[in-house]
């Protein structure tokens, strides 16, 4: 019965024909969200959230999303579930999978989400962990695409962090076939093992981040310090300092580039003010269509393509 569970533990889990599905289907399912059109193929499915670390997008557009499909939500954290007092994630997810349909996680190690869909009977979706955060770079290329068109053959320039947002990008680069421009302060580089890529082909980089701009179709950035490396902000403020997406970066890009942030944000620190606030940012439609993906993305593992 488990061999059939499709998980989402990270990106490259699903192929480019997936993608080209969960992207017309979501596509979809926001003109009918706009129109105020029911699609509920979910009732009577129940989605657990779990949350180890702090969320405002990604439990709203979970709840909202399942919710609209139909279904129901049952939300933990750390702080008042079992999980807490050191119940084993095996045993967790054994107990949590028998109730619900389906299980978002948003943890630490990615081992440990790993650990959990390898006791789960049911689809496990990750939320966020310290190494990927799939579900945001579908909603970045989703709302590329609504934007430019395909991403196949563009140019996407990371500045800032190796970190879960950076390794997921990577790993889109090579399943949609665009170029990813790196540049992250020393000692912050992304390591290709960890973010889990098959070759170097598909990413270039940059010591200098005006250098990783020019000419990219989207320039993107994240906080400086991610969840879980707060003892490391000082350090990291001093690190970044030239790590700060300014107009100048965005003059280097393509004249049409978009710039993206998956959000929170902090403005005078890795993005200026005038960037996220100005004509090229799409932070507002990136954060919304995390709902319209994630509703597709949870109908496709509970239910595969409609005919
Ligand atoms: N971008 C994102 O995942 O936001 P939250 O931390 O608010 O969920
Ligand atoms: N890289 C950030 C993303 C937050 C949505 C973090 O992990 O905290």
């Given at each position: 019965m488990t061999s059939a569970i499709r998980h989402y533990?990270?990106?490259?889990?699903?192929?480019a024909d997936d993608y080209a599905h969960l992207f017309a289907r979501a596509a979809l399912i926001k003109k009918k969200f706009k129109a105020y059109e029911r699609h509920q193929p979910l009732v009577d499915r129940t989605l657990a959230m779990i949350f180890e670390k702090a969320s405002t997008r990604t439990r709203v557009s979970f709840e909202a999303g399942m919710y609209q499909l139909g279904g129901s939500v049952v939300h933990l954290t750390t702080g008042d579930s079992q999980l807490g007092r050191a119940e084993p994630i095996e045993d967790s997810a054994k107990v949590i999978s028998r109730m619900v349909d389906l299980v978002m996680i948003r943890t630490y190690e990615q081992t440990k989400i790993e650990a959990f869909a390898a006791h789960s009977r049911v689809p496990v979706i990750n939320g966020l962990t310290n190494e990927f955060h799939p579900c945001q770079i579908l909603a970045d290329i989703f709302t590329f695409i609504e934007h430019r068109?395909?991403?196949?053959?563009k140019t996407v320039a990371w500045v800032g962090d190796g970190n879960n947002m950076a390794n997921t990008w990577l790993q889109a680069s090579e399943i949609l076939g665009f170029k990813v421009h790196v540049s992250t302060p020393s000692g912050y580089e992304v390591d290709q093992s960890v973010a889990g890529l098959?070759?170097?082909?598909?990413y270039q980089v940059f010591k200098d981040p005006m250098e990783a701009c020019r000419g990219a179709d989207l320039v993107t950035t994240d906080v400086w310090t991610s969840m879980g490396?707060?003892?490391?902000n000082e350090t990291r403020r001093a690190a970044f300092a030239d790590w700060c997406v300014d107009t100048e970066m965005m003059r280097a890009a393509h004249p049409d580039a978009l710039f993206m942030h998956c959000l929170p944000a902090h403005r005078g620190e890795e993005v200026e003010a005038e960037v996220i606030d100005?004509?090229?940012?799409v932070v507002w439609d990136e954060a919304e269509n995390r709902m319209h993906v994630q509703k597709a993305l949870m109908e496709f593992l509970l239910l595969g393509r409609p005919a």
């Open positions: 533990l990270q990106f490259s889990d699903f192929t068109g395909s991403i196949a053959g098959r070759s170097n082909a598909s490396y707060e003892a490391e100005g004509p090229q940012s």
